[in-house]
Structures are given as C-alpha cells and as structure tokens.
C-alpha cells in the first residue's frame, strides 16, 4: 500500500490512465486509489484479500448479476475509507468511478458500518486467481472492485449505489455544492416537485448522465446540453424510455437499465420529469 498526503486529485490525463491501468488488467492483481482532497492512498487485491476484517459475505439479490445470490470475499466499505487520516465533512459523498466511466455518487450517511437490520456496505474483491462471471451483456465481470450492500432493501439503497470495475473512491463534497449548475432555482417553492426530482436524478441519473456540464459520469449524454429531453419526448414516451429503454429506441451498445417500480417509484419518476422540465425551462440562454 502506497500512500501520499497533502496530494491534490490528479488531473484528467492521470485518472484516464488509471482506469486504462484497471481495464488491462482486468482480474489480475489491481489496484483500487482511495482519495480525499489531502490524500491518496492506493492499495492492491493482495492488500486488501490480506485483510484481518476481509470475510465473506452473501449477497441475495445482486445488482450486477441480475439479482441473484452471490458470496463475495470483501471488506467494510467504512474501514477502506477510514485508511484516509481526515474526518469527512458533513454532508460528503463517496464517489466511486469505474473504468467504463460510470461515477456513482453515494451519501456517506447510508455508509456505515454492519449493523443488525440496517444497509452495510462492503467492498466486495475480486480474487486473481479466482475471477467472477461476466456480468449479463458485458465482456468483463463486476471486478476488480464492487460495493455490494446487505439489506438493501431495508434503506432503499439505489441500483446505482452498487457501482462495479471500481478504479477510484474519493471523497468529495455533495453534488450540488460541487456542481451549483444542477440544482434548481433557489427561488422555487420548497414543496416544488423539481426539487425532489434533482434528489431523484442526483441517485439515478447523474452516475452517467451529466446535467448543464455537472457531474463526473461519462457514459451519457449531457441532459439539458443542447436539448433536454422533454423537448423531444412525449411524457408518455419519456416514461416508457425510463421503465424500459429498449421499448422506446434500441442499438447494439445500449447500457442504460430500466427501473422498475420498486427501484423508482411513479411518484419519483414524475418528479424526475419535473426537474428535467425546470432545468429546460431555465438552461442559460446560448448553452445549446
């Protein structure tokens, strides 16, 4: 394990050769960079596998592998995190970036330790000599580095809080504050269905889908740069593009999911519209 205090985050070129690092080696010994804005430490499989708190853990209804049951070797997402010497700020997001471009961004409130009835996080590792499956529709598998959750279902806890190819987890400030340019007009009152719907985007959309340039996903387009969606799409037809993706427009290197009423609620998924509807309706004029 390597390890560089008062280390700004590395620029864009280094991070590309990070995730190009992760992506050749795939299931081979890989290295995982856990950061802040005065840290960076990187640690390897065999560190990690080393572990004295690493166990195995049983996850029944996996994201990755289309919900079923899989048995990791994995640590404590808390103890990776707590290899940083700084406490995280109130508020702090974990983002976790992966090689295919895919940055989650997970409330450091749901991370916690394992606790009896509530949703522990673990940093699931996948072993050198003992790769995983591919996962459904890719060539490679959920590996070098997955967060997989227990009791999931007892938090609610979002299908894109369960990130996988980790490259990178940094701690950073809560998405809005990174990026103002996301949020909705302070003005709007506070029971405006918009703002629950840049709640709902920030936990489901943003991971891939940056908003007027915010965010750090790279796997989508922009969605309000130059159109916004709901200047193109029905609201039926938009609906229908969010529960299922391959029923509205379909090609060979589709990845965005559908969602299911149990992972985003009619209610949320209006107020996803809505906020998409605002964001449109104030995109800084010239920012087509």
């Not at 809505?274 to 087509?288: D, F, K, T």
């Amino acid at each position: 394990m390597s390890i560089s205090h008062s280390m700004r985050r590395a620029g864009p070129a280094a991070f590309a050769l990070l995730l190009i690092a992760a992506a050749t080696f795939g299931a081979r010994a890989a290295s995982l960079t856990v950061e802040d804005d005065a840290a960076r430490i990187v640690v390897d499989t065999a560190d990690l596998l080393a572990r004295p708190d690493a166990t195995e853990v049983t996850i029944p209804a996996d994201i990755a592998y289309g919900g079923t049951s899989r048995r990791y070797r994995a640590v404590p997402l808390t103890a990776i995190l707590d290899l940083l010497p700084n406490r995280p700020p109130p508020g702090a997001v974990l983002e976790a970036r992966a090689t295919d471009g895919f940055a989650a961004q997970v409330p450091l409130s749901l991370v916690r330790p394992p606790t009896p009835g509530e949703p522990s996080a673990w940093l699931a590792i996948e072993p050198s000599d003992v790769p995983w499956p591919n996962v459904s529709g890719r060539q490679a598998s959920a590996g070098p580095f997955y967060i997989v959750w227990e009791r999931a279902a007892a938090g609610r806890i979002s299908p894109e809080y369960w990130p996988y190819q980790i490259a990178a987890l940094r701690i950073v400030e809560p998405p809005a504050v990174r990026w103002p340019e996301i949020a909705v007009d302070a003005a709007l009152p506070v029971d405006h269905r918009a703002r629950r719907g840049q709640e709902v985007y920030t936990a489901i959309c943003l991971a891939c889908h940056r908003m007027n340039g915010g965010g750090a996903g790279e796997m989508g387009p922009d969605l309000n740069r130059p159109m916004n969606p709901t200047e193109y799409f029905q609201p039926e037809a938009l609906r229908r593009l969010l529960r299922d993706p391959a029923s509205v427009r379909t090609w060979p290197e589709q990845k965005m999911p559908g969602y299911a009423e149990a992972e985003l609620s009619n209610a949320d998924l209006d107020a996803v519209i809505a906020y998409l509807a605002q964001m449109a309706a104030q995109r800084p004029v010239g920012s087509r």
